[in-house]
């Protein structure tokens, strides 16, 4: 990847996470905010899904479904245990 295109995604994320207060102010009032990290956790995912599709088809990665479906479940298991933790501290 070539340095400018790394300042590119760099700038590309700064922008988008520091919006997202402002965004949150706006959207507090309508929706919960569970709902609103689902939003974020689901649109993050589908952002990455294509980028890390290529790469598997591209480095010759082999990942049996049962792989797959252990990683989803962790995944899910995993932002479980981080919103419940978090919304104690």
């Not at 009032?29 to 591209?58: A, E």
Request: proline share 4%; charged share 15%.
């Amino acid at each position: 990847m070539p340095k400018r295109c790394g300042y590119i995604y760099l700038f590309l994320s700064m922008l988008i996470f520091s919006t997202m207060e402002v965004s949150g102010k706006f959207i507090s009032n309508d929706l919960h905010p569970l709902q609103i990290n689902y939003l974020r956790f689901l649109l993050g995912g589908l952002t990455l899904l294509p980028f890390t599709v290529s790469h598997i088809n591209t480095s010759g990665i082999k990942l049996p479904a049962k792989d797959i479906w252990a990683m989803v479940c962790l995944g899910i298991l995993l932002v479980i245990v981080r919103k419940n933790t978090a919304a104690e501290t």
